[in-house]
């Protein structure tokens, strides 16, 4: 028997999609919008509360960030 609770696996899942880099730098736009998604999902089904929604969106807003930075990176690498 699986002593998981579908909750926590959901979380776990979130967190596989935060740390998936390849997915993020494929498509980043799509990737946040999942991750927003799910987390609002997580909350809506009480996995998560309001303070960890909000630090799963903060986290969700840097990892977009993060790629839009590295795309960035070879146009400004020929402009110098």
């Known amino acids: 028997m699986n002593s ?14 935060l740390d998936d880099t390849k997915a993020l730098l494929h498509a980043p ?10 987390a609002y999902e997580l909350r ?10 909000a630090d799963m969106l903060e986290l969700s807003s840097a990892a977009l960030e993060y ?8 146009s400004q690498e020929g402009a110098a």
């Open 67 to 74: 790629a839009q930075e590295i795309q960035l990176e070879p």
């Open 29 to 38: 736009i799509a990737h946040h919008r999942e991750l927003v998604h799910l």
């Open 4 to 17: 998981l609770k579908p909750n926590s696996i959901g979380l776990a899942v979130w967190q596989q999609m």
């Open 44 to 53: 809506d089904t009480h996995a998560v509360d309001d303070a960890a929604l």
